[in-house]
């Protein structure tokens, strides 16, 4: 099953990542050298960019423009990147120190998302308010990015409803699905999001080895949402395969993104 987040390089070996089909993310560790590398050997897509965990550091007047120049150097790589992430803002209390550094990280790599018409992968926590206000800011500078998707959701209803409305495409959490989705209050979660996010707007994730070390966690998910989304467990790897395709995500030695 295709799995639409996940960290190939953070992996065990003994996990066999490039027999693992999905959207590689970046490590936090390693080069986007070797993510490059495991794209180029499994055939799957790839993503690169600066986390908002970075952004003490890169996110710094001093460190950006370096950012950037290695991440546009990144992105005329053969296979190209199929996108721009994970970025975007984290509010967490760990991490509220580098606020104004991750919202200056966050800007300047969706604007280089922007002049090269890349997709970009959301990384977002306690702060898609803040996220949102950053976009409507830059999609005045210039046309959005033409795809938006959010991993590991885990907010309210409503505001999927506002995503789902503005294009956006969910991916949920899979450490919430594991520890709530079947209490009382996780299954009025699922019961309520299945009724503002559509079955094509939605994408299965491990977010290994973070949410979880095996790629069984995409067919846990499945047989739990079935009931919500009315689709049979069996089915979710076709229909994964197919918006896979339809987002460009399973060609990655395409030049549709070449610059």
Request: charged share 15%; hydrophobic share 40%; aromatic share 12%.
């Amino acid at each position: 099953m295709f799995d639409a987040h996940f960290h190939p390089l953070d992996l065990s070996p003994s996990l066999q990542p490039s027999s693992w089909p999905g959207l590689g993310a970046p490590s936090l560790e390693r080069p986007w050298s070797q993510l490059r590398r495991w794209a180029q050997e499994s055939g799957n897509p790839y993503l690169v960019g600066f986390h908002p965990w970075q952004a003490p550091y890169w996110g710094q007047a001093a460190n950006l423009s370096l950012a950037l120049n290695s991440l546009e150097e990144a992105l005329s790589w053969r296979p190209a990147p199929w996108g721009i992430g994970e970025i975007g803002l984290d509010r967490s209390p760990a991490h509220l120190g580098s606020s104004g550094a991750q919202l200056s990280l966050f800007k300047a790599q969706y604007r280089l998302a922007q002049r090269y018409a890349l997709p970009c992968l959301f990384h977002c926590v306690r702060a898609y308010t803040e996220l949102l206000a950053a976009l409507k800011e830059l999609w005045r500078e210039a046309p959005p990015a033409p795809l938006h998707l959010c991993h590991a959701f885990n907010s309210s209803p409503a505001l999927a409803l506002d995503l789902v409305k503005r294009g956006f495409y969910l991916t949920l959490s899979p450490r919430w699905l594991e520890r709530n989705g079947r209490s009382e209050a996780g299954v009025k979660r699922l019961r309520a999001w299945a009724q503002v996010i559509p079955a094509q707007r939605l994408l299965l994730e491990s977010d290994s080895p973070w949410g979880g070390d095996s790629p069984l966690i995409l067919e846990e998910q499945a047989r739990l949402i079935t009931p919500y989304w009315g689709i049979e467990p069996a089915a979710w790897p076709s229909i994964q395969a197919q918006k896979a395709a339809f987002l460009g995500m399973s060609s990655p030695s395409s030049d549709k993104f070449a610059n």
